[in-house]
């Protein structure tokens, strides 16, 4: 299905009971993300704020939920769009015999040209209003978090173009405001459009950049798609809404642009120019990503439709409403992967805690020893999927949702010391716990069953050792008395999920002195402490160790796999058949980590009051309280930046 414009999406989400009108002023600055993330975290509808102090109201949250974002694709389930797409890629992709079976392909040719993009004369509805002078500060932009370096256009469809070939790439990057006519760039080094900039650099040419904001939301579904390059995203916009996109000149450049959309920011980018230093940003990690240079983008023109819908988002501690879009992307894309590159691969899913770079699950059907590795190799080397910190392959028939049975599977078919592999490679450059700017380590667990030939090692009981491995579903032992007499550093543990079949053990600590988490695990193991135990979290005294989901969240953040996964020998040349994880803050002090450790997002007080007050008048129920009251014992200090002498 269609929308002719945002407006129309709003109706739609409205007549389904997905949306609240909020006619009680509030402020861009702060306040709506804090409403919005009270909304979003507890299962509330998306926003429509009407009175924002500009003429244009924000809509947000808009596809936060499983119901809205099947509204946003125009489909019942996102099953439906897996489905379809598998359809059409087994009809170009099969086997054809003959002259016969090649014809059959015509109906299929044609369907696909209906969703190929088309240009059109003259003006669109995008462009009924014309600024006489373009001025961002007549858009209601976001300053969404209060370490952020000011306000920030989350939600744009950046288009730039090869200056080469003249392809067109669409991107999602965030845009710092800086003054009326002037935002900062924040493509990634690896993003399409940062290739783009590379390529005018060496041309010594100005590069021409185009923003869109709003329009069908299958435009802003498009923008954060991980198509592989020289895709149109268009050409998947046309599929999803089963209408070819048509596009129109701007005024000022000669790039074209949806005719349908709400705003078109018009402008370009100097590749000689002096970068800018941008951020900090309230990032989708759950911390702040720091201030670094990026390129600036000037706006030589913004259009308008009349009565334009700003949309915007918020990131932050999931969930959030990126969450659903990534869960619409690891639909979607599963059969592609399936199909040119892993056709093994059964299910994928990313959790929300992963904050989809961090954490990928994975089942497959296994036929050969090996296959898992094979699989981790393949889907790292898959666009997009490079930036993959932890993967876990299992056998089909796993729900991949039920973590609890995840785990259990983890903890039978795991050898911790033969069936963790580790790769160094490129990471996300918000992956703040690399040692290196965007350059990392990725870890891959092996929880399938395992061939005979799969089962040779020390902690096996192979050449080498007589160290054994719990029984299958066992989940360990540990010595409990004295423990806070012997280990002080010890703030906390959970021994639980080991009654249950889980191998882990959670141990909180505060770090007083240099490898305090390696010297901790050595004790504890070589004093036979811990018995019988495959896998060992130590976290951060702050932490919060009833909420796996945060433990999760926060420890997946905080590793870099080759660096803070370890072993320990029994002996030399005999190691303990343990895993052990440090996923607390690393400091220069106790870690001698040198970059910068951002800090926990959360809203300031002020602002938390402020939106209590003001509750009553927004009509939208009992009050629902700040998520940022839970999280605020994990924030060091105020600001971006973690201050280690706190």
Not at 103 to 130: F, H, I, M, Y
Not at 212 to 226: C, F, H, I, M
Not at 313 to 319: E, F, R, S, Y
Not at 525 to 535: A, G, Q, S, T, Y
Request: proline share 7%.
């Amino acid at each position: 299905m269609a929308f002719r414009s945002l407006a129309d999406f709003v109706t739609s989400l409205e007549a389904n009971h997905e949306l609240v009108r909020i006619r009680e002023f509030v402020s861009p600055h702060l306040e709506v993300t804090e409403i919005a993330d009270r909304m979003v975290k507890n299962g509330g509808k998306a926003l429509l704020f009407e009175n924002t102090g500009t003429q244009f109201p924000i809509l947000i949250n808009a596809f936060a939920s499983d119901r809205r974002i099947c509204l946003a694709l125009g489909v019942n389930g996102l099953e439906d769009i897996e489905a379809e797409l598998t359809r059409v890629m087994k009809e170009f992709l099969g086997p054809k015999a003959g002259f016969m079976d090649k014809l059959k392909l015509l109906p299929a040719l044609k369907e696909v040209a209906s969703w190929l993009p088309r240009s059109v004369r003259g003006r669109g509805a995008c462009q009924e209003v014309v600024m006489d002078k373009p001025d961002l500060s007549k858009i209601p932009v976001l300053t969404c978090w209060p370490a952020d370096g000011g306000p920030f256009i989350t939600l744009p469809s950046v288009h730039t173009v090869d200056p080469v070939t003249g392809l067109r790439n669409l991107g999602m990057y965030r845009m710092q405001v800086f003054s009326p006519d002037m935002t900062g760039m924040h493509w990634h080094l690896h993003k399409g459009s940062a290739r783009h900039f590379h390529l005018y650099k060496e041309l010594g040419r100005r590069m021409p950049v185009s923003v869109t904001l709003g329009g069908d939301p299958v435009y802003t579904y498009s923008a954060t798609a991980p198509l592989p390059e020289n895709l149109d995203e268009y050409l998947l916009a046309g599929f999803l809404r089963k209408k070819k996109v048509e596009l129109v000149k701007c005024l000022t450049n000669d790039l074209e642009v949806p005719a349908d959309v709400d705003f078109v920011i018009e402008g370009y980018v100097d590749p000689m120019e002096e970068l800018i230093l941008e951020g900090p940003f309230g990032d989708h990690t759950g911390y702040y990503s720091l201030a670094d240079f990026f390129p600036r983008f000037h706006v030589t023109c913004i259009t308008h439709r009349k009565n334009a819908i700003y949309p915007t988002t918020i990131v932050g501690i999931p969930p959030q409403e990126d969450g659903w879009i990534g869960k619409a992307t690891e639909r979607i894309f599963l059969m592609p992967i399936r199909m040119s590159v892993a056709p093994e691969v059964t299910d994928m899913h990313m959790p929300v805690e992963g904050v989809f770079h961090n954490i990928t699950l994975a089942c497959i059907k296994k036929e050969y020893p090996g296959q898992a590795p094979k699989i981790m190799s393949a889907l790292w080397g898959a666009g997009q999927m490079m930036f993959n910190k932890i993967m876990v392959v299992a056998d089909q028939g796993l729900q991949l949702t039920d973590y609890a049975a995840l785990a259990r599977a983890i903890s039978m078919y795991v050898d911790p010391v033969s069936d963790i592999h580790f790769l160094r490679g490129p990471v996300d450059i918000l992956d703040h716990a690399s040692t290196k700017y965007a350059y990392g380590s990725k870890m891959g667990i092996d929880a399938t069953r395992k061939y005979p030939q799969e089962i040779d090692s020390p902690s096996r009981g192979g050449a080498g050792g007589e160290v054994h491995l719990p029984a299958p579903g066992a989940g360990g032992e540990v010595i409990l008395p004295d423990f806070e007499e012997k280990f002080p550093e010890i703030t906390g543990i959970r021994t639980d999920l080991m009654n249950d079949g889980i191998s882990l053990l959670i141990i909180a600590i505060k770090k007083s002195k240099k490898h305090h988490v390696r010297y901790l695990a050595a004790e504890l193991l070589r004093k036979d402490e811990i018995r019988n135990v495959k896998f060992i979290l130590f976290v951060d005294s702050l932490m919060d160790l009833s909420s796996l989901s945060q433990v999760v969240w926060i420890s997946a953040n905080n590793i870099d796999p080759i660096r803070d996964c370890f072993h320990l020998e029994r002996e030399p040349g005999v190691k303990f058949p343990v895993l052990c994880l440090d996923g607390t803050r690393k400091t220069r002090q106790f870690d001698e980590f040198q970059r910068d450790w951002p800090n926990v997002i959360v809203m300031d007080d002020k602002t938390i009051r402020a939106i209590d007050n003001k509750w009553p008048a927004l009509q939208l129920g009992p009050l629902v309280t700040s998520p940022s009251h839970r999280f605020k014992r994990l924030v060091i200090n105020t600001g971006a930046v973690v201050d280690e002498n706190l």
